[in-house]
């Protein structure tokens, strides 16, 4: 049986084929550079995905021999089936990990599982980005520094409409003032969720050396955990007997 954590790698791929600005930053799709950075390592089983694709991407077959999904959308987030999005839901709730990029703050599935509004506040300038890492002895942030910069990137701001996150991994600063829960971390279920903001489109940002450390740490931090006997989180059981004898009075 392989060891390899399975990874596929979702992209709407919406933006690269509409601007060619975007197309010569990410010739081989945003998805496509991710996965290029991930292949690097010899832990990772790599596919792609993209909503134009049969079955918008993930059929069964291949969500199903998914353990860890990564995710980037921005300008179809409407476009995604919500059946898709239940699907997804539900492979989390069993288990496999979800990285929810950039811009996928506003997708179904981060919404969903939220359960938020998710909103923030944005500027596309072009400024500086200094991401703090505010948890240093977790594992997605092993290799790094106390911080690292990202050259030229979309800034955003708080407040982020989300739910206080389990552990938060990274908070970002700009030249403008604005700071951001950059890199948080979720638990859903038996899966585990990381959201992380570096990535806009326009900016060669999946190529820069750090960023594609974080998103490889996290893939091992969110790949499943075997749990032996754990039920089925969809399902709602009745434990008819119980693991000891209960004695009930006055029935």
Known sequence: MSNLIRVTVWNEGRHEKKDAHIAAVYPQGIH???AEGLR????FDVRTATLDDPANGLPDEVLNTTDVLIWWGHMAHRDVPDDLVDRVQARVLEGMGLIVLHSGHFSKIFKRLMGTNCSLIWREIGEKERVWVTA???PIVEGLGPYFEIPHTEMYGEFFDIPQPDELIFISWYPGGEVF????AFYRG???VFYF???HETFPIYYQPEVRL???NAVRWAAPVKVVGFREL????NAKTPLEPVTVSGS
């Open 190 to 192: 038996r899966g585990k």
């Open 40 to 43: 690097q390592h010899a832990d």
């Open 32 to 34: 496509g550079a991710i």
């Open 197 to 199: 903001s570096p990535g």
């Open 234 to 237: 969809r399902l709602a059981p």
């Open 136 to 138: 240093p002895g977790h």
């Open 214 to 216: 974080v998103l490889a």
């Open 181 to 184: 829960r950059s890199g948080c």
